[in-house]
């Protein structure tokens, strides 16, 4: 039996940003790319103008989707200039042929409270007409207001961080009527957690098209270890069920082999480097700020790269980059010498470390990490900052690779043009180069400048066209497929990969060949 992937969260129209695909066509075109059966579909115009013209807007972009994409009713408060009211809301959404009703009180310039907006809810939890919004324009407080007032009430709340998944636990463990998708909810291991803790049924398939790569959240269920039904019913079918309708007709992935293999949950047969990885001590679950990291140790993280076919792991513990540069590197070591696939970066935070000179000399020279990693948002020391002078004059010597945070560093690309200028040996990762169009412009033009200079991609927004975008402007040999896991479940870091509309020899450089070359280079073996 076919799987159906069917979207709860896709809009089409205007989404802002001149290389974003916001065409009703578009989102078609990546829908069949990547195997995508069906979608809700809202428009991207709703979010800044009166929702009735949105929603009657909308009608013309579902005629070129017929079968395949169904309608989200924008709701709003009458007061807001909102002509249909709470009493006829359910019967001209039945008359128009929409599933599911959306709102976007952030946007709109409203409160979703119980006062402004109750009667609306009643209206659809009388009907059973799920509602859908997004964690960026309801909060967690305010999403509270309506699952405790309408207990029939199926909210479906997409968008939500990573961040928050202790939240989202919490919220389902009260509250029945709330369901959820991950296309920014990427919690390592989270959705194995949830599977467990609360049955399939209160998870559903969503993408964020076309802000987001579809591939990225096709590619969590795919790797997902849970039974085939299981997986169904997140894909498609809990949806259909919320919607009150037929799973819509199933599609085939008209993409390459890697595209493929993906889509059947097989490991990539090409060669996969993660190259950037923050495994976390042994029966640890968090992170700094306690960020919840389930099964992020090197064993569970081993047994999902070998589920998704990954071959190597550069990793940096999560201790090292948020606490103890010390102890963490003792973690790095133990790892490399349990794992062959593991290569250690380096840190050192010179505001305890007394010997910079030491910490360099027994982990680079002595243990032969191959890798040095900087994240300035806990040091707050530039990059160039002096006291690093002994470590990146090794790094050039011995052909380290180095992996650079941008975070909280307005001086970011001048330092990384100067560092990469005097030392030419050093290959240089700018880190989270794909989080955005302009970010992905910006360390696109230092990467065309300085032969050493690489981009690694990994970030929660997997923009959908960002890799694209990279492989266009002559980057594929430069670009890194990384995940940061498990800060971030590394399954959609791949599938963001593995079904970009790129060719297959470009998803092999980024998926494994850049890194390879890198390593092979290095002195340090």
């Not at 059966?37 to 989707?65: F, H, M, Q, S």
């Not at 909060?139 to 909210?155: D, I, P, T």
């Not at 923009?463 to 890194?480: F, N, Q, R, S």
Request: glycine share 8%; aromatic share 10%.
């Amino acid at each position: 039996m076919s799987i159906v992937y069917f979207d709860s969260n896709v809009s089409a129209g205007i989404s802002g940003g001149d290389k974003i695909k916001w065409r009703t066509e578009d989102i078609l075109a990546a829908m069949d790319r990547v195997g995508i059966g069906a979608a809700l579909l809202y428009g991207g115009w709703l979010r800044t103008r009166n929702p009735e013209i949105g929603n009657d807007r909308l009608l013309d972009e579902l005629e070129k989707g017929k079968g395949r994409l169904f309608g989200c009713y924008a709701i709003a408060p009458e007061a807001y200039g909102f002509s249909v009211s709470s009493d006829e809301l359910v019967k001209v959404i039945r008359s128009m042929g929409m599933k599911a009703a959306v709102m976007f009180p952030r946007s709109n310039g409203y409160s979703p409270d119980e006062k402004t907006m109750g009667t609306y809810y009643s209206a659809l939890e009388k009907e059973n007409i799920p509602l859908i919004v997004d964690g960026a324009e309801m909060n967690w407080y305010e999403l509270e207001e309506v699952l405790s007032n309408h207990a029939s009430l199926n909210v479906i709340y997409v968008g939500a961080s990573w961040a928050f998944a202790i939240n989202l636990i919490a919220y389902m463990k009260k509250y029945p009527n709330l369901y959820t998708d991950l296309s920014s909810m990427q919690a390592n291991y989270l959705i194995e957690a949830l599977v467990k803790e609360f049955g399939a049924e209160r998870i559903v398939f969503g993408t964020g098209l076309p802000m987001k790569s579809p591939g990225a959240a096709r590619a969590f269920i795919d790797y997902a270890m849970i039974t085939e039904e299981e997986k169904r019913m997140i894909a498609g079918e809990n949806l259909a069920r919320l919607c009150g309708m037929e799973l819509p007709a199933p599609a085939e992935v008209k993409c390459d082999y890697i595209a493929k293999e993906a889509s059947e949950g097989k490991p990539l047969s090409d060669l996969v480097l993660d190259s950037h990885a923050h495994f976390i001590d042994d029966n640890d679950q968090c992170g700094g700020g306690v960020i919840l990291m389930l099964n992020g140790d090197l064993e569970h993280m081993a047994l999902l790269s070998e589920k998704m076919g990954v071959d190597g792991y550069c990793v940096a513990p999560w201790l090292a980059i948020w606490t103890d540069s010390e102890a963490g590197n003792e973690i790095t070591l133990k790892m490399a010498r349990r794992d062959s696939r593991v290569y250690p970066y380096l840190l050192i935070d010179p505001n305890y470390v007394e010997d910079v000179k030491a910490e360099v000399d027994k982990y680079q020279l002595g243990e032969k990490f191959p890798g040095m990693k900087m994240f300035r948002s806990r040091i707050q020391r530039r990059y160039n900052d002096p006291v690093f002078d002994y470590w990146w004059k090794v790094a050039n010597e011995k052909r380290i690779y180095a992996l650079l945070d941008s975070g909280s560093y307005p001086e970011y690309l001048s330092d990384m043009a100067e560092l990469a200028e005097k030392y030419p040996e050093v290959s240089i990762f700018l880190d989270h180069a794909g989080r955005d169009f302009a970010t992905a412009e910006a360390y696109a033009a230092l990467a065309k400048k300085y032969e050493n200079v690489y981009l690694q991609l990994t970030y929660t927004s997997v923009p959908e066209g960002v890799i694209e975008y990279l492989c266009k402007e002559g980057l594929a040999h430069k670009t890194m497929y990384g995940t940061d896991a498990p800060m971030r479940d590394p399954r959609p870091q791949m599938g963001w990969v593995a079904y970009a509309d790129i060719s297959v020899e470009d998803k092999r450089l980024i998926l494994g060949g850049n890194m390879k070359r890198v390593l092979d280079r290095g002195l340090i073996k």
